[in-house]
């Protein structure tokens, strides 16, 4: 039996429908987890963070959503090799949860930027990784992705090779123009790009599928 | 010469971003039972020989700029 794919919903995710139709798409069943509400996280084959801005990127962005119940069954989930994937706020928040190392920061333009972006896969390991193709056009959408991480915590980074996807272009101050990073084990990876928003030609690429199709069909 | 400036929101005003922290900590555990969210400014003035005359273009700045005496207070110190 193919198990479900959650999607985390907190007060203020706005990226959830989004994220729930293209699972959808791509062949999963997708269900919602509300923030408030513990989970059986081992009925999940995969879970997923969307982006948004949840409660108001009060405090800072993602830091109060990283300390909701459900939170306490994505940390078990990520220790036990469940793929997880953190898009945009959802990468804030699993940076805050302690899941990721690093922090998003104000894009060094100072500005919301809304643009395509094309990031390159770096990362070559893990479940997120298993993609069949090595550049993406992906659409950012967000005013806090500045990757920000201590020299040390960057070098290790990138030893270990544990960035995922860095920017060709670097849109946004990131340091070592990076886009997404995985977690020490590989299974919890997040972007700062929408993969959600590229599924379907029409939308103006479907580089995204093969991006979240890696993860959610390596799962167990 | 360098100057705090804390703008707080007024005791009156509803302060959601205060609430939601508040709530998140009791959630986790500890007895909070008020938790109000403001901001902190620190001003380095160019010229810093009048004392008086700085403490009163702070002032001003935080009256004027820095905060909105409708729904914050502020309080200057001298760091």
Not at chain 1, 157 to 169: A, H, M, N, T
Not at chain 1, 177 to 184: M, R, T, V
Not at chain 1, 198 to 219: C, F, P, V
């Amino acid at each position: 039996m193919s198990k479900k794919v959650g999607v985390l919903r907190f007060l203020g995710t706005n990226c959830d429908a989004d994220v729930y139709q293209a699972i959808k798409d791509l062949g999963h069943t997708p269900e919602y987890l509300w923030w408030s509400d513990r989970f059986d996280w081992k009925s999940y084959s995969a879970l997923v963070l969307p982006g948004g801005f949840s409660y108001g990127d009060y405090l800072r962005a993602g830091a109060l959503a990283a300390q909701a119940p459900a939170m306490d069954d994505v940390k078990q989930a990520a220790k036990s090799g469940v793929p997880i994937l953190g898009i945009c706020n959802g990468f804030q928040i699993l940076c805050e949860a302690g899941l990721l190392s690093g922090a998003l920061t104000k894009n060094i333009s100072r500005q919301f930027q809304d643009e395509w972006v094309e990031v390159e896969l770096v990362g070559s390991d893990g479940p997120w990784t298993q993609v069949g193709q090595k550049s993406f056009r992906l659409p950012i959408a967000h005013s806090m992705g500045r990757y920000f991480a201590p020299k040390d915590t960057l070098k290790a980074l990138e030893d270990d090779g544990l960035i995922w996807l860095k920017y060709k272009r670097n849109p946004n101050g990131s340091l070592h123009d990076i886009s997404g990073i995985l977690n020490k084990n590989r299974n919890v990876a997040a972007l700062m790009p929408h993969p959600e928003r590229a599924i379907h030609s029409w939308m103006g690429s479907s580089d995204g599928r093969s991006l979240l199709q890696s993860g959610l069909g390596g799962a167990l | 010469m360098k100057y705090l400036v804390t703008i707080m929101p007024r005791e009156e005003a509803l302060d959601p971003q205060g609430r939601a922290v508040q709530s998140t900590l009791n959630r986790l555990g500890f007895k909070v039972q008020d938790c109000r969210v403001g901001k902190v400014v620190v001003v380095d003035l160019a010229d810093g020989s009048n004392e008086s005359q700085n403490l009163e273009a702070v002032k001003k700045m935080a009256q004027t700029v820095l905060s909105n005496p409708l729904i914050e207070t502020f309080e200057v110190r001298t760091l």
